[in-house]
């Protein structure tokens, strides 16, 4: 019998400071994010093979354009005198969001705040930050957006050097310090051109050719990068990227360096071996009525893989190999496994139901709660087949290839 009493959950943090507050913001909009649903919990899986082939990207980020936009905003407030870091983050917030109504106007999809406009509560910077860190544009991947405020106004106030301050500085495959089109650097924080001149005047969300080729270099030079699936991607053909609609088909249509296969190979499989348990999941949350769970489901069952390969795949590899340490995820894998071959759906629905509890508790876990979700014709299926961001990461790989075969090689 079904619990009806429960309320819809509600989050609440303490409000320590702007930085915890865009963490805690962070969180939630991924939460939000298609794709990032983690019904059965291997939330961890999932983030530890996102971040090694595509490290830099994130589920809410959408163009491109914003790696460079963000930073052309932060160098013209570097340059203002006798500025405080508060005063700086909340000037670089009021000119981000001036910058959404003239992005709109081209009529283009991804700009960020197209629907809260002036209310937007994530602005650009917050949801490229890591990014930039982590393809060196920022110089210096170990400061947070409040450390860049505070560390900039030391160097104008003191007229010191960053290095100076104990920042290290990530130069291990960045080569020299001019971007890929021969711009000389502004050098300071950014390892990128200054922005150019009225930019904001011709402002549009696709990149220019020197912004994409710039943008390319840097994933391909850093060190955080350099070695990962993004970047191998992006040096291969245009039109064979192009092909690539899913991640499955990376591995079909490329021939991959060794170690890039690997983790490849290793986030396939997984996601193949936990697809079935995300279709039950919504097959027990819809009580059977998902007829496209149900169609998926038996296409999964007589899969080459489950067919071929089930019975000799190690379901705990990929924690070893990220070094995850979570017992109850590897029983709950291994237990999916042995379910599946005795092929007792009864003991697979079970299994599910109980580890939704686990982490959830009983009065949130929505298959024993019909207050919390009840399911109607049409509804689509919560989770899916994993693909660990790489449609996210196609976005931003597809705003630089068409940059750099001059589609919107414009200015600004």
């Not at 939330?43 to 990207?57: E, Y």
């Not at 170690?259 to 009580?287: K, T, V």
């Amino acid at each position: 019998m079904f619990n009806t009493s429960v309320n819809p959950l509600q989050i609440g943090w303490i409000d320590y400071s702007p930085e915890h507050r865009r963490k805690v913001m962070t969180v939630l909009q991924s939460l939000a994010a298609p794709g990032a649903v983690d019904e059965i919990g291997i939330g961890q899986i999932r983030d530890g093979f996102s971040h090694k082939l595509f490290p830099g990207t994130s589920t809410i980020q959408t163009r491109a354009k914003y790696f460079f936009l963000v930073p052309y905003i932060l160098m013209e407030l570097e340059k203002q005198k006798n500025i405080t870091p508060n005063a700086l983050i909340q000037k670089l917030n009021d000119m981000e969001l001036e910058l959404i109504e003239p992005l709109l106007k081209s009529g283009e999809k991804g700009v960020i705040g197209e629907t809260a406009g002036k209310n937007l509560k994530r602005k650009p910077s917050s949801v490229y930050w890591s990014g930039l860190k982590t393809f060196g544009i920022l110089r210096y991947p170990h400061l947070s957006l409040e450390d860049y405020a505070r560390a900039v106004c030391a160097v104008r106030k003191e007229n010191l050097d960053i290095r100076s301050m104990g920042v290290s500085e990530d130069v291990s495959s960045q080569g020299d310090d001019s971007d890929a089109a021969g711009t000389s650097l502004t050098g300071g924080f950014w390892r990128c051109p200054p922005p150019p001149e009225n930019w904001r005047e011709h402002i549009s969300i696709h990149l220019t050719y020197e912004e994409a080729l710039h943008l390319k270099q840097c994933i391909i030079r850093s060190s955080f990068s350099k070695d990962s699936l993004l970047a191998f991607l992006l040096q291969v053909e245009p039109e064979v990227f192009t092909a690539l609609e899913d991640f499955g088909a990376i591995g079909e249509a490329l021939e991959l360096p060794e170690s890039i296969r690997q983790d490849f190979e290793m986030a396939r499989d997984f996601s193949r071996f936990i697809f079935g348990a995300s279709l039950r999941y919504n097959l027990i949350l819809s009580e059977g009525r998902n007829e496209k769970a149900r169609q998926l489901w038996t296409e999964w069952l007589s899969s080459y893989f489950v067919t071929q390969r089930f019975e000799h795949y190690e379901p705990v590899a990929p924690m070893d190999y990220l070094q995850i340490s979570n017992p109850a995820l590897r029983r709950f894998l291994t237990q999916w496994k042995k379910y599946v071959l005795a092929g007792n759906e009864e003991d697979m629905d079970s299994l599910i139901v109980q580890r939704e509890i686990d982490l959830k508790g009983r009065q949130r876990a929505k298959l024993r709660n019909s207050a919390l979700y009840s399911y109607k014709v049409g509804d689509g299926l919560r989770g899916g087949k994993l693909d660990f961001r790489y449609s996210y990461a196609r976005d931003i790989l597809t705003d630089i290839f068409k940059a750099l075969e001059g589609s919107h090689a414009q200015a600004g």
